[in-house]
């Protein structure tokens, strides 16, 4: 083969089709690559332990250099080729001299495993002596950093560290490489108020709220466990979606709360919380059951309870009052005065609970219209009798009038006889009916012993003086006051006016009194009234003219 003529290979022979096959010379990467990768295999085979950079160093480094060419000469791959210059590389491919090369063997210690956030340190051990340099692989930038041999874990992944060695003499390029896992931070789910949730029944309709919080601040999740009956729905009308309890009967259902990490975090423990569906509380309303009396119109009580459902009432005490149905309407009718016991029940369905309501009312008879009792004066005599008007009430029946003061006054044959002195009281009642109650007015009225002269007062004239005395008297009771006054009178027995007030029983004559009768009057008063006064005049004295 000449020394332009190649590699004689087979080829197909025609244009369009294969018409044969024959023998051709070609050149090139494509003939050389064989060579390249037969070597390299041997080169893999004699030392199994070496890196694809040792196996390329050897290559390049054993490789004989071009001979002189003068017509085309070959310069190597990195020079610019100048006018007819080739370039060919670094040089012609030498297996023998690339089997004498030695491998050097590098070896790295480090961690089975860092978290995110450690730190570590590589240690390097190599058989050669050629300077060692370590470098994070590029697929690893994003996990692991390297100051110098200190690693430092920034997200989950596998850190790689590659340690490579310059070639030189018949000493073939180094490298090392380790992966240490990084492994993310632990963190928990912290589910207390979803355990207390969990702890308390839940009524049926009552979608509660889902919170819980991790300790790596990262959002929790919740799902329901395959086949249960209850989940989580999502409301969408809060600025940040909020997780709720869901499910369609009662029970207990089980959801997860899932927290599955990131770069920086493993994924949580999730968290399995049951719940207790309990059926919910419904309420029955006392509406139509309030006090009222015998004669009040039927009231209406409620049909439906707090969840929608009929209610069925009934009396406890039929003989007072009474549950009548009247299209649809229950109606609480009186019967009679008296207290009155009525309940109401609704069975509950799948996801209500029973209730019940029991109620008792007053049901009384009506006042009836003010009573009038009418004692014609205030205040009457030890001895005197009085009748008495009556009416008003509100039923038919006669008034019967009683004393509550016997010693005082006495009713009796429709009329009082006052008997002692004091405080008269009298009660007037008319009885009740099936719908009033019965009514009493009291009335009081004051009794006395009316005061009495016995001897009446005396006049004496001594050295142009009158002196008078007041008289004898049974002040009765209570005790009466005695007052006096002077009068002057044109005969013994009339034409009298009261003389001005004088300040005792003695008064001197004076001119106005000549030819005048003088008479003391003693007026004994019980009461402010002037009916009750007693009065006693004394014996006429004239005073002659001179």
Request: net charge neutral; with cysteine; proline share 6%.
């Amino acid at each position: 083969m000449s020394r332009d003529g190649g590699i004689l290979s087979t080829i197909g022979i025609g244009r369009t089709t294969i018409s044969g096959y024959g023998y051709t010379n070609y050149q090139g990467t494509s003939m050389a690559a064989p060579h390249v990768v037969g070597v390299a295999a041997l080169l893999f085979g004699a030392y199994p332990g070496a890196s694809p950079a040792s196996v390329e160093s050897m290559l390049i480094s054993s490789a004989r250099p071009f001979s002189a060419d003068a017509i085309r000469p070959c310069v190597a791959r990195d020079a610019a080729p100048v006018g007819a210059e080739r370039r060919c590389g670094v040089g012609l491919l030498d297996a023998a001299s690339a089997l004498g090369y030695h491998v050097p063997v590098i070896e790295l210690g480090a961690p089975l495993e860092i978290e995110v956030d450690q730190t570590a340190e590589v240690s390097i051990t190599s058989d050669d002596s050629a300077a060692v340099s370590l470098v994070v692989e590029s697929g690893s930038s994003a996990v692991c950093s390297l100051d110098g041999v200190t690693v430092t874990a920034l997200t989950i992944g596998d850190c790689s560290i590659v340690a490579t060695a310059p070639a030189h003499d018949t000493v073939a390029a180094g490298y090392g490489r380790v992966v240490i896992p990084v492994r993310g931070l632990a963190q928990t789910i912290n589910d207390g108020p979803i355990t207390l949730l969990s702890a308390t029944p839940i009524e049926f309709g009552t979608n509660p709220d889902l919170n819980a919080t991790a300790t790596s601040g990262l959002p929790v999740s919740f799902s329901s466990t395959p086949g249960s009956w209850c989940g989580v729905f999502y409301d969408l009308h809060s600025v940040i979606p909020q997780a709720r309890l869901g499910y369609d009967r009662v029970g207990e259902c089980t959801i997860m709360a899932t927290q599955p990490g990131n770069t920086r975090y493993r994924a949580a423990t999730p968290v399995a919380l049951t719940f207790t569906i309990v059926p919910t509380t419904q309420l029955i309303n006392s509406g139509g059951l309030f006090d009222r009396t015998v004669d009040a119109e039927a009231s209406r009580l409620d049909a439906l309870s707090s969840r929608g459902l009929p209610i069925s009432w009934s009396s406890q005490t039929p003989t007072i009052c009474a549950v009548d149905l009247v299209g649809g309407d229950s109606l609480l009718r009186t019967v009679s005065a008296g207290r009155c016991t009525v309940t109401g029940e609704q069975g509950g369905a799948s996801w209500v609970a029973p209730a019940s309501l029991t109620r008792t009312i007053l049901i009384s008879k009506r006042q009836q219209a003010p009573l009038v009792f009418n004692v014609p004066r205030r205040v009457f005599e030890v001895g005197e009798k009085t009748s008495w008007g009556w009416g008003g009430g509100s039923t038919s029946a006669a008034m019967t009038v009683r004393t509550t003061t016997p010693r005082v006054c006495r009713v009796q044959s429709g009329s009082i006889s006052f008997i002692g002195q004091g405080t008269c009281t009298l009660v007037g009642r008319k009885e009740g009916s099936a719908v009033y109650s019965p009514a009493e007015i009291t009335v009081q009225r004051t009794v006395f012993i009316r005061a009495k002269a016995i001897t009446p007062p005396r006049l004496s004239l001594v050295n142009g003086k009158i002196t008078g005395s007041l008289g004898e008297w049974s002040l009765g009771a209570p005790r009466a006051t005695l007052d006096y006054a002077w009068w002057r009178c044109t005969s013994p027995s009339g034409g009298c006016s009261q003389l001005p007030s004088s300040s005792g029983t003695t008064i001197p004559v004076i001119s106005s009194m000549r030819g005048w009768y003088i008479m003391l009057r003693v007026r004994a008063t019980h009461f402010s009234q002037a009916w009750t006064e007693t009065e006693s005049w004394s014996n006429p004295l004239y005073i002659t003219p001179r």
